[in-house]
Each structure stands twice: as C-alpha cells, then as structure tokens.
C-alpha cells in the first residue's frame, strides 16, 4: 500500500511550492489507489502558529486535496502534530543512544557554538564529533543540569561513508564522505530537531515515499543514515525541483502573489490554480493542459517530473483561470462573484440578471477580481460628458426617447430600434456608435451594445445618453 505524507511546518500561508508538493503527493497517492497523509510539523515552537495550520487544511480543503490521516480527522498512525510526539522522539532518540548510534551531550550552547566558531576560522566546515563534547560531561556538570532541571541534548554519530541515494527524480545522488558531521537531534529541552522527527515519524507512519522540494536534498543524506542506524529501510524518496519567477529567479514576493490564500482573494479558482500547478514540473504523457483532478490522478506519474527547475508563469495561469471561468456552470459563477460585489458596492438587480451580465463580460475576464473593471458600468454610472456633431446628438436623443417610451424590449428590438434611428439619417455611423457605447459605458470597448442597453434597461440608457450630452 503507497502511503504518502504532506508535512508542511505552520510558519506561515501555504505557497505555490508547498502546494505543488502537496498536489504531487495528492496524485501519486489517488493514482495507486494509497493514502495521503496529513503532518504537521510543528517543531519549531516560536515560529509555529495554530492560525497557520487553521490556514493550510483551509487551503488544502479548497484546493481539494483530501488527506486520509490529519490532525483533524486522526488515524492509525496519529498524533499527526509532531509537538504531541516528543515522548516519542524522547524514546527512539534514547534507543539510538543505547544502540551506540548516539550520544548526549552536555555542552551549553555558547560552548558549542564556540567550538563552531573555532572550526570555522579553521577553515573547517563545522563537523562535530563525539570527542567535542566528551570533555563537558563531568560530574560536575551533570550535577548544574540535574539542577536546573535540563537534560543533555543528543547528537548523531554521522558514519563517515560515502551514502548513494536513488532519487525517484534526480536519479543517482552522491554524499561523499565527511560531507556531514553529527548533529544534533534531541533538543536539551526534549524538541527534536526536523531530521529526526521526520525520520521516526515517516517510519512510524509507514510512509512507502517521500515528495519533496529539492532544498531538502542536503538533509536526505542525514536521514539515510538515521534510517540505516534503527535498521530500517527508507522510504523511496523523489525530490521535485525549485520553481523559480519568469525571470528566472527563485520564486519569491517579488513576482507579485505566491501564497493560495493571496490567489483565492484575487479570484483565481480552485480548479485552475490545482491544473496550473499541476503542470509545474509536471507533464502529462498526451501533453494535454487542461486536465480534471481525476483526469491528473489517472495520468501522474513521477517519472514525468522533470528535473529541470520549473518556471511560474503568471500569464498562463491567467489564460487558464480564464478558460474555466469560461466553461464554469452559470449558477456556481454567481455564487463565486457574490462575495466579491459588496466591496465594489456593486448592486446587482438580481441574479438572474447579475447572472446575465456575467455571461456578456466573461470573455474579457481572466480572474474574478476582472470582474469589477469590465462590468463596473452596469452597477454604476460613469461619469460621462461628451461633445458630439449635431447629427449624431439628435439621433442619439432620439434613440433616447424611443427607448424611453417602448413598452416591452427585446434584444432584436433594440437592434431594430438603433438601426432604424442610424439608417434615417446622414450622419457618421461609427461616431454614432463609439458615442453611444462611451456614454453608457465610458469606455471604448465592452460587450456588444445591444447587450449593454438590454441589461441597464430602456430608463437608465435613455438617462445616460441624455446626462451625457446635456450642457
Ligand atoms: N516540514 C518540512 C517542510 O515544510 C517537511 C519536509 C519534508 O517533506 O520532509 O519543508
């Protein structure tokens, strides 16, 4: 059975590249029919928040990813909170030291970050070893610590071997010898570090693989070997690579929105940003691009992750939200603008007609947000004042009046009614037109006229045309 983990820290909003790894192990879990488990990894007390991790299954939820194992729902393998793991972490990490694959250590942490200091001037990469630290264990010492009631933190012993890790998506990956020294894995105040807590919990949670971003290459070759000292076999683990800006640059605020949450205000939806992440670093074998979640699912593989960094493209996820705001179901697109309206104190009649006035501006939109600046004419009046020829202000005033007075409209009877009002008269037709939208619209391009006089209403074109000719 695959068995697959996210296991986002809650330091901060879930970003295009926790939420890529997050899909990724989504779809290779749905795809042979595994579990997707949810972990939260909540180790480092000061920067972690509940906000945040309210915030991430938020996220994932509206993205659709649903996990089988989480804080939320529990499982066999639970707690999925690493803090109400650390007796756990307490007791593997005691194992280690009593299999001789770990050791305590009874330095403060300005001695031991004088020790670094003093490899580093060396030239020396700061790798520890167990003879470090052996000269702090004194009686004495046990004694300050028994006192102050700490514990010694505890260190790995790092093998010093070359370790050859397969990457399910870089391929061959080695750690020459020496590359690492040991470190620690037990806090002196029982928290374990990342290494280590994700080591004994993937174990303990029977995870079969690990997708994740390749800045955690470096720590694989830690992991590896704490694997190798519980006697255990690790997980197939696959590292997806960085995505970086259009510029080529890693991925970062400065290319604008990068956190779901800040997609999701701007009116980006669900389906689109999980297609569109889906794609970055991520093909399908038929190179289609607009693909279901079921569709992605029965297509994943992870041999089709490339290795190369992936690009975000602003642009086409702009083309793609586009495209299922086109296709959406008219019901669920009135549903998804409504929450936006009140803040553009946009009014609408109704929403039979609000729902009409979506369907002649979509094509202009690409996120829900474009909705105000190509449909804010409908729900408030610009403010128009136009100087026009004499002909064409007639027969505008004319249109005006007709308008005012038809009982009953229809759009071919809108259509009937300018036309007649135009093919009457000498004047410059395309001066009459492009006057007309400006008056109802107060810009020069928009959906089709008839379109616009129909969903303002006889009474409220006659009055636009009729302000914005006067004085
Ligand atoms: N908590 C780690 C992170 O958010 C998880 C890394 C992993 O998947 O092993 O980066």
């Known amino acids: 059975m695959v068995r697959v983990r996210f296991a986002p820290s809650p330091t901060g909003y879930l970003h295009v590249g926790g939420a890529r790894t997050a899909l990724f192990n989504y779809l290779f879990a749905r795809h042979h029919g595994g579990q997707f488990v949810l972990r939260i990894e909540d180790t480092d007390i000061a920067r972690s928040e509940k906000i945040f991790e309210e915030n991430l299954l938020k996220t994932l939820s509206w993205l659709g990813l649903s996990w089988d194992e989480g804080p939320d729902i529990g499982g066999s393998f639970g707690p999925y909170r690493q803090s109400e793991r650390l007796h756990i972490y307490r007791e593997y990490a005691e194992k280690l030291v009593s299999l001789g694959k770990a050791y305590e250590v009874y330095a403060y942490p300005e001695e031991i970050e004088k020790i670094r200091e003093q490899l580093l001037s060396q030239d020396e990469a700061p790798h520890y070893t167990r003879e470090f630290f052996e000269s702090f264990a004194t009686a004495q010492r046990k004694k300050e610590y028994a006192e102050k009631g700490l514990r010694p933190a505890i260190y790995f012993s790092m093998p010093r071997k070359t370790i050859v890790h397969q990457d399910l998506v870089k391929g061959t990956v080695v750690f020459s010898e020496g590359s690492v020294g040991d470190f620690a894995i037990l806090r002196s105040n ?29 720590n694989t070759v830690k992991q590896l070997a704490m694997y190798e000292a519980f006697e255990a076999t690790p997980p197939n683990i696959g590292h997806v690579s960085t995505i970086l800006g259009p510029d080529g640059k890693k991925l970062s605020k400065r290319h604008g929105a990068t956190s779901i949450e800040e997609f999701k205000a701007q009116g980006y939806l669900p389906e689109a940003v999980v297609n569109y992440l889906a794609l970055l670093g991520w093909s399908s074998p038929d190179a289609k691009e607009i693909m279901s979640m ?51 104190s946009f009014v609408p009649k109704d929403s039979h007609w609000l729902a009409q006035v979506l369907q002649v501006v979509k094509d202009r939109m690409h996120t829900l947000k474009d909705f105000q600046t190509v449909a804010d004419f409908f729900f408030l009046r610009p403010q128009v004042k136009m100087l026009v020829s004499e002909e064409v202000k007639e027969a505008l005033l004319v249109c005006a009046e007709k308008l005012q007075s038809a009982s009953q409209i229809d759009k071919n009877y809108i259509v009937d009614l300018i036309r007649s009002v135009v093919k009457g008269r000498k004047l410059n037709a395309k001066e009459f037109y492009t006057s007309l939208r400006y008056l109802l619209t107060g810009k020069n391009e928009g959906p089709e006229l008839v379109d616009v006089v129909y969903l303002l209403g006889t009474e409220e074109t006659a009055k636009r045309i009729k302000m914005g000719l006067e004085g």
């Open 294 to 344: 079921d569709e992605m699912i029965s297509k994943f593989s992870i041999d089709r992750v490339s290795k190369n960094p992936a690009i975000f493209d602003p642009v086409k996820l702009n083309w793609m939200n586009g495209h299922y705001l086109r296709t959406m179901d008219q019901d669920k697109l009135v549903q998804l603008i409504s929450p936006f309206l009140n803040s553009w």
């Open 190 to 218: 029982g928290v374990p570090t990342y290494n280590f807590a994700c080591v004994v919990d993937d174990m303990l949670m029977e995870i079969t693989h690990v997708i994740r971003g390749d800045d955690h290459l470096p």
